[in-house]
């Protein structure tokens, strides 16, 4: 049974069990517990041992167990099953603790019909204003991704106890009456903004990748079936950023995991595949006319994309890009990819020149004497720009000094190579 | 089985025989010094004796309490902190002399000309949970 598969439906079926009348949150977790078991029943002696649970618990119902080895007739019928017997179980657990305790409360009164897609919901449900970016992301990979705790965990580098607090923790703040407006549509309560979503799905994107989840590839995932359930031309214009950056992922890392920079990429590994799928989605949301940062960012990604040689990258029309995306968010990193692309549309010198203007632009993108510059990469940039301009020395100092404010090893290492490339280099 | 924590300083260690700063190097030195420290990772992954490894930036801060609703007291980041943890890496090992021989292997790490920087590592055991049985 493919593992994607079963994740795939997790929302559904956590919507199934809110629509019958259990909460949000106890849903949630009766159908975490059922996707442990599917994956550990349907898979058999999994070949992955970190898809196993260490509570093997007790042996499912035989009438449930798929038959044989083949394959699940009806994966979400079974999910259902087993989900929903594993909330009445904790349900009468809760009311005999309840009892003991000797308090009483209604049962939940059963939610009102959907009208719209109940997975769409949760989305925006788990994208709660209210949350913290990692509490929101957490929560949208295991009720809308259907990954198990340990699998999240190990994707962030957390203890399962840590990741498995901050979801219900996560739960908790969305389910809280407080925050739930009368009259608000649909089964799960108020939900966060498109633009919330879009965020959450970005950082998963973006937050990189590591224990057995694959979670760029989680993320496009995810966006796509947001994209395939909303009609909203940011939405299109993130998964088409994903998928132009995914397209390029397999030469960004040489063989030894040291980055390889954009312009030395070997273009011939790019996912053409990928590129082409993107570029259509970038071109038909581009066409509706409500430009987002999503898209301009996207449309930049394509113009990378299209070059077949770094030589022939249009930065002309990059530079036009990135001043619509300095239009849409004014920030100083926008303003620091600017003056890069203006130092290859104009020359080295007019980049100095654009990142100089960054500095007077406002006070919080200037340095601060004898602190680190307060926008990552800009001393970066600079040594790239002063290597560009001739002057090697400055250039090889800037990308030391860029080296020790490196917020990750790969970039360090890169920036220190870059630096020793230049001290290193034989006089002419 | 015991824990040992291996600790890489920026500052603070003694001078290593081959004392010259990274940047300084030729690139491929730099692959190869890093290519050693990923052999000897994934070794002690496989021999069963590898916890966790992670690197440090450079720059911190002192932060300290400063009574009731206030908030916290921050000083620096220093430039003249005198000693600076780098990184680590955590081990289970047999015994002392394990932990004082990986270390050592770990310090053999080439640098400058593809000779072994010889660094100085700090080995420091965990303090471990009371034994069950203590008669």
């Given at each position: 049974m493919d593992e994607v598969l079963i994740r795939s439906l997790a929302p559904s079926v956590i919507a199934v069990l809110v629509r019958r009348g259990a909460d949000f949150a106890a849903a949630e977790d009766a159908v975490q517990d059922a996707l442990v078991e599917a994956l550990r029943t349907w898979a058999g002696p999994s070949p992955c041992p970190r898809l196993r649970p260490d509570d093997a618990g007790p042996p499912p119902d035989p009438r449930l167990r798929p038959p044989g080895e083949g394959p699940v007739r009806d994966p979400k019928g079974w999910l259902i099953t087993v989900a929903w017997r594993k909330f009445l179980d904790a349900a009468r657990a809760d009311a005999a603790r309840r009892r003991r305790e000797d308090r009483f409360e209604d049962e939940p009164a059963p939610g009102p019909v959907p009208a719209v897609d109940d997975t769409l919901q949760l989305y925006f449900l788990c994208a709660h204003p209210s949350l913290t970016p990692a509490s929101a992301v957490a929560l949208t990979l295991r009720a809308v991704g259907g990954l198990t705790t340990r699998q999240i965990a190990e994707a962030y580098l957390v203890p399962e106890a840590t990741m498995a607090q901050r979801i219900s923790r996560a739960k908790r703040t969305v389910a809280s009456p407080a925050r739930t407006e009368p009259g608000t549509r649909g089964i799960f309560g108020r939900p966060g903004d498109v633009a919330t979503v879009l965020r959450v799905l970005y950082l998963v994107f973006n937050e990189g990748y590591s224990g057995d989840i694959d979670l760029a590839a989680e993320a496009i995932r995810l966006t796509r079936r947001l994209a395939a359930g909303i009609d909203h031309p940011e939405v299109a214009g993130l998964l088409a950023l994903m998928l132009l950056h995914h397209a390029r992922r397999a030469s960004r890392t040489a063989p030894d995991g040291s980055l390889v920079p954009l312009a030395d990429q070997d273009r011939g590994r790019w996912d053409t595949g990928l590129i082409t799928e993107g570029v259509g989605i970038l071109q038909a949301a581009l066409a509706r006319d409500r430009l987002g940062e999503f898209q301009?960012?996207?449309?930049?990604?394509?113009?990378?994309a299209d070059a077949p040689t770094a030589e022939e990258t249009d930065w002309v029309q990059i530079v036009e890009w990135y001043d619509e995306l300095t239009r849409l968010t004014d920030s100083p990193v926008v303003r620091l990819n600017r003056a890069v692309a203006v130092g290859e549309a104009e020359g080295p010198h007019a980049g100095l020149a654009a990142l100089a203007a960054l500095d007077?632009?406002?006070?919080d993108s200037r340095p601060r004497s004898g602190e680190a510059h307060p926008v990552p990469r800009h001393t970066a940039v600079a040594a790239y720009l002063h290597e560009r301009a001739g002057d090697l020395t400055t250039a090889a100092r800037l990308y030391a000094e860029a080296a020790h404010k490196a917020p990750n090893l790969a970039e360090r290492d890169h920036l220190t190579r870059q630096a020793a490339r230049l001290n290193t280099r034989r006089p002419h | 089985m015991a824990k040992y924590l291996l600790l890489k300083h920026y500052r603070g260690a003694p001078a290593p025989a081959n004392d010259v700063p990274m940047e300084r190097w030729?690139?491929?030195?730099?692959?190869?010094?890093?290519?050693?420290?990923?052999?000897?990772?994934?070794?002690?992954?496989?021999?069963?004796?590898?916890?966790?490894?992670?690197?440090l930036a450079p720059e911190g801060a002192w932060v300290r309490y400063d009574g009731e609703g206030r908030p916290p007291v921050t000083d620096g980041p220093f430039a003249e902190t005198k000693d600076l943890i780098a990184g680590w890496m955590i081990i289970d090992v047999d015994s002392y002399e394990r932990a004082v021989e990986l270390a050592g292997e770990l310090s053999a790490a080439p640098g400058a000309g593809g000779r072994p920087i010889h660094e100085w590592l700090e080995v420091r055991p965990f303090l471990t949970a009371p034994p069950t049985i203590t008669e």
């Amino acid at each position: 049974m493919d593992e994607v598969l079963i994740r795939s439906l997790a929302p559904s079926v956590i919507a199934v069990l809110v629509r019958r009348g259990a909460d949000f949150a106890a849903a949630e977790d009766a159908v975490q517990d059922a996707l442990v078991e599917a994956l550990r029943t349907w898979a058999g002696p999994s070949p992955c041992p970190r898809l196993r649970p260490d509570d093997a618990g007790p042996p499912p119902d035989p009438r449930l167990r798929p038959p044989g080895e083949g394959p699940v007739r009806d994966p979400k019928g079974w999910l259902i099953t087993v989900a929903w017997r594993k909330f009445l179980d904790a349900a009468r657990a809760d009311a005999a603790r309840r009892r003991r305790e000797d308090r009483f409360e209604d049962e939940p009164a059963p939610g009102p019909v959907p009208a719209v897609d109940d997975t769409l919901q949760l989305y925006f449900l788990c994208a709660h204003p209210s949350l913290t970016p990692a509490s929101a992301v957490a929560l949208t990979l295991r009720a809308v991704g259907g990954l198990t705790t340990r699998q999240i965990a190990e994707a962030y580098l957390v203890p399962e106890a840590t990741m498995a607090q901050r979801i219900s923790r996560a739960k908790r703040t969305v389910a809280s009456p407080a925050r739930t407006e009368p009259g608000t549509r649909g089964i799960f309560g108020r939900p966060g903004d498109v633009a919330t979503v879009l965020r959450v799905l970005y950082l998963v994107f973006n937050e990189g990748y590591s224990g057995d989840i694959d979670l760029a590839a989680e993320a496009i995932r995810l966006t796509r079936r947001l994209a395939a359930g909303i009609d909203h031309p940011e939405v299109a214009g993130l998964l088409a950023l994903m998928l132009l950056h995914h397209a390029r992922r397999a030469s960004r890392t040489a063989p030894d995991g040291s980055l390889v920079p954009l312009a030395d990429q070997d273009r011939g590994r790019w996912d053409t595949g990928l590129i082409t799928e993107g570029v259509g989605i970038l071109q038909a949301a581009l066409a509706r006319d409500r430009l987002g940062e999503f898209q301009a960012q996207a449309a930049i990604a394509a113009l990378h994309a299209d070059a077949p040689t770094a030589e022939e990258t249009d930065w002309v029309q990059i530079v036009e890009w990135y001043d619509e995306l300095t239009r849409l968010t004014d920030s100083p990193v926008v303003r620091l990819n600017r003056a890069v692309a203006v130092g290859e549309a104009e020359g080295p010198h007019a980049g100095l020149a654009a990142l100089a203007a960054l500095d007077t632009s406002s006070p919080d993108s200037r340095p601060r004497s004898g602190e680190a510059h307060p926008v990552p990469r800009h001393t970066a940039v600079a040594a790239y720009l002063h290597e560009r301009a001739g002057d090697l020395t400055t250039a090889a100092r800037l990308y030391a000094e860029a080296a020790h404010k490196a917020p990750n090893l790969a970039e360090r290492d890169h920036l220190t190579r870059q630096a020793a490339r230049l001290n290193t280099r034989r006089p002419h | 089985m015991a824990k040992y924590l291996l600790l890489k300083h920026y500052r603070g260690a003694p001078a290593p025989a081959n004392d010259v700063p990274m940047e300084r190097w030729s690139p491929e030195e730099i692959s190869a010094h890093m290519q050693y420290m990923n052999d000897f990772a994934a070794r002690l992954e496989k021999t069963g004796e590898f916890v966790d490894g992670q690197a440090l930036a450079p720059e911190g801060a002192w932060v300290r309490y400063d009574g009731e609703g206030r908030p916290p007291v921050t000083d620096g980041p220093f430039a003249e902190t005198k000693d600076l943890i780098a990184g680590w890496m955590i081990i289970d090992v047999d015994s002392y002399e394990r932990a004082v021989e990986l270390a050592g292997e770990l310090s053999a790490a080439p640098g400058a000309g593809g000779r072994p920087i010889h660094e100085w590592l700090e080995v420091r055991p965990f303090l471990t949970a009371p034994p069950t049985i203590t008669e």
